[in-house]
């Protein structure tokens, strides 16, 4: 069975840091480009950062560009996003996805969410 689980959500002090687990079940994530996205209430969702698959090509959305790092541990079949010098706007449910390609047919998988919340 296909399934992303995320895990490292939870409350942070402005400033503070976090990581984002996101660990593959029933498929080779390094054969996946690799996404977070978030999503803050009455907002819609945005990509925050991505992986392609190797070599590795990494995206980032402006406001986190400098403060967050996804990167993948293939040895564990798992996904990160590394959150650092936190703010009270990164506040959002953050989703976990893998996408591929496989001619002609696009498969995708999604995390089921995790909470961060900034806050003092």
């Known amino acids: 069975q296909v399934q992303l689980v995320e895990s490292g959500g939870g409350l942070v002090q402005p400033g503070g840091s976090l990581r984002l687990s996101c660990a593959a079940s029933?498929?080779?994530?390094?054969?996946?480009?690799a996404s977070w996205y978030r999503q803050a209430p009455g907002k819609e969702r945005e990509l925050v950062a991505a992986?392609?698959?190797?070599?590795?090509?990494?995206n980032y959305a402006d406001s986190v560009k400098d403060r967050f790092t996804i990167s993948r541990d293939n040895a564990k079949n798992t996904v990160y996003l590394q959150m650092n010098s936190l703010k009270p706007e990164d506040t959002a449910v953050y989703y976990c996805?893998?996408?591929?390609?496989?001619?002609?047919?696009?498969?995708?998988?999604w995390g089921q969410g995790t909470q961060v919340t900034v806050s003092s």
């Open positions: 996805n893998a996408k591929r390609r496989w001619y002609p047919t696009a498969y995708e998988y």
């Open positions: 029933g498929f080779t994530f390094s054969f996946y480009d």
């Open positions: 992986l392609t698959v190797a070599p590795g090509t990494t």
